[in-house]
Antibody, heavy 123, light 109 residues
Framework: QVQMQQSGPGLVQPSQTLSLTCAIS??????????WTWIRQSPSRGLEWLGR?????????DYAVSMRGRITINADTSKNQFSLHLTSVTPEDTAVYFC?????????????WGQGTLVTVSS | EIVLTQSPATLSLSPGERATLSCRAS??????LAWYQQKPGQAPRLLIY???IRATGIPARFSGSGSGTDFTLTISSLEPEDFAVYYC???????????FGPGTKVDIK
């Protein structure tokens, strides 16, 4: 059974970097065919796909257009986890952040999710 | 970016009734559409993908249909555990990405 455990701070100051980690058990972050995604949810923006990382003989990333320039998603194979880094945050980045696994074969649908982390951007 | 709209915003029904939820895309998404169920304090749960394929472990009372820009999720007979918010989601191959609809809340009448 795949499990995804999120960790990271719940409060980030404006203009700083939001960093979250998703530890995977029951699967491998470097398994070919699946991808590892970050999604966030807020009352004002709803569910929003942020981006993903995946391994196909080498590492790739895809990012939402709205996030490009501020977002980095990378994997740590030694710890079997992947991370989200979002720079220059503003209060509009306040949301519940989820990590998720896609179905594989580039089917960008999400069958396993982390528990969610509420991140508040405030001074 | 493809925009998804869902209707109605709220659906008030009784257990045992049939629920019909709609999702419309701003341009064709072919059959690349999924449905999720979300309960308070939980992550979304994948129900249906590629319009009509039930995800692992999803009961047969959930079914999906449609193509192009208009899609439907049907719950044939509502069980007490089905009262929740339902989201549609489209995926695109190029550029790679995904968007979600705003959700339909199914509540108890």
């Amino acid at each position: 059974q795949v499990q995804m455990q999120q960790s990271g701070p719940g409060l980030v100051q404006p203009s700083q970097t939001l960093s979250l980690t998703c530890a995977i058990s029951g699967d491998s972050v470097s398994r070919n065919s699946v991808g590892w995604t970050w999604i966030r949810q807020s009352p004002s923006r709803g569910l929003e796909w942020l981006g993903r990382t995946y391994y196909r003989s080498k590492w790739y990333q895809d990012y939402a257009v709205s996030m490009r320039g501020r977002i980095t998603i990378n994997a740590d194979t030694s710890k079997n986890q992947f991370s989200l880094h979002l720079t220059s945050v503003t209060p509009e980045d306040t949301a519940v952040y989820f990590c998720a696994r896609d179905l594989g074969l580039d089917l960008l649908y999400f069958d396993y999710w982390g528990q969610g982390t509420l991140v508040t951007v405030s001074s | 970016e493809i925009v998804l709209t869902q209707s109605p915003a709220t659906l008030s029904l009784s257990p045992g009734e049939r629920a019909t939820l709609s999702c419309r895309a701003s341009q064709s998404v072919s059959s690349f559409l999924a449905w999720y169920q979300q309960k308070p304090g939980q992550a979304p749960r994948l129900l249906i993908y590629d319009t009509s394929i039930r995800a692992t472990g999803i009961p047969a009372r959930f079914s999906g249909s449609g193509s192009g820009t208009d899609f439907t999720l049907t719950i044939s007979s509502l069980e007490p555990e089905d009262f929740a918010v339902y989201y549609c989601q489209q995926r695109s191959n190029w550029p790679p990405g995904s968007t979600f609809g705003p959700g339909t809340k199914v509540d108890i009448k």
